[in-house]
């Protein structure tokens, strides 16, 4: 641990601390920190932060506790503290937002298609308030009750800082144990998720279009401190 740089270290106290809350006490910790629906009265505004230092069980804390390790160390080597902590968070934050944009649309579309058929406003969220779903449209219940959690979205942002670096370094998957660099690696990551994120092929509880988030904030931001000095920025 001596060799794992300050901030990440902390990083990955927090995110431990905050797992370890978590199994001993479920329910209050993912009432309060996990990332409900805007509309579900359970949500919270600073879940849109605190989602991230949650996680569902061992394997997913391991591997993101993992990535950010191995990703971040050389990425924070390069930028130092404060630019490694705006772009970890920018790219945690633009992975809840489009995945609550995602969820939003499809929601308002259900809410909508509802409505015309002679329901008030009050009398769906009356319904799914008591946990019930709509038979015709039972996405519409599980996106008013579902929550979203994990570091994911800011270590895909990682990845994609990673491979601008670093683009011939090779990388592998479990499920494909044969080495790609990072340049083709990091892009094909993306485009799964987006593909299964759009088509929802994976009935999992994968948030792909949160890792997609991640990667774009990831990707712009890249570009842009490319272009411009950041250090002009603060």
Do not use: C
Request: hydrophobic share 55%; no cysteine; proline share 5%.
């Amino acid at each position: 641990m001596n060799r794992i740089p300050g901030t990440i270290k902390h990083l990955i106290i927090i995110n431990i601390i905050m797992f370890l809350a978590t199994q001993m006490m479920p329910q209050q910790m993912m009432n309060l920190f996990a990332m409900h629906f805007p509309l579900n009265p359970q949500f919270r505004v600073w879940q849109l932060i605190t989602h991230m230092f949650m996680h569902a069980n061992l394997l997913h804390i391991s591997f993101n506790m993992y990535a950010l390790w191995a990703f971040g160390t050389p990425l924070y080597h390069i930028w130092g503290e404060k630019k490694f902590l705006i772009f970890y968070f920018a790219a945690g934050l633009g992975a809840v937002l489009l995945y609550t944009a995602v969820q939003y649309y499809t929601f308002i579309q259900d809410l909508h298609a509802l409505m015309a058929q002679g329901l008030s406003k009050e009398e769906i969220f009356a319904v799914l308030n008591s946990g019930k779903v709509y038979i015709q449209f039972p996405e519409m219940g599980q996106i008013y009750w579902s929550v979203m959690l994990g570091a994911s979205g800011a270590i895909y942002g990682l990845l994609v800082a990673f491979a601008f670096y670093f683009p011939n370094a090779e990388l592998m998957l479990i499920f494909i144990p044969y080495p790609i660099k990072a340049k083709y690696f990091v892009p094909l990551l993306v485009l799964l998720d987006l593909i299964f994120g759009i088509t929802n092929v994976m009935h999992t509880p994968i948030a792909h279009m949160a890792h997609v988030g991640g990667a774009l904030v990831g990707y712009i931001l890249m570009r842009t401190w490319q272009k411009h000095d950041f250090r002009r920025w603060y």
